[in-house]
């Protein structure tokens, strides 16, 4: 018996409301975790390039305060 021929009976409901909510009371703490995770990544990465864009911006600012230093 294939699953399709399983929820060829049921109801609508049931396929679309009562199996998710089931899903979610059941995997909703692995789901909330893997987003935590995945968002926490993301701002990580972000911070990490924005960090990094500063650092090119303050050195390449210093470096060419120099060259002008020079000639003078």
Do not use: H
Request: glycine residues 8%; aromatic residues 16%.
């Amino acid at each position: 018996m294939a699953v399709q021929e399983v929820f060829a009976g049921m109801p609508w409901w049931v396929k679309w409301v009562a199996i998710p909510l089931l899903a979610l009371m059941v995997f909703g703490g692995l789901i909330t975790s893997v987003l935590a995770f995945v968002v926490g990544l993301l701002f990580k990465v972000l911070l990490f390039v924005g960090l990094v864009a500063g650092l090119i911006y303050v050195v390449r600012k210093f470096t060419s305060s120099d060259r002008s230093r020079e000639e003078w």
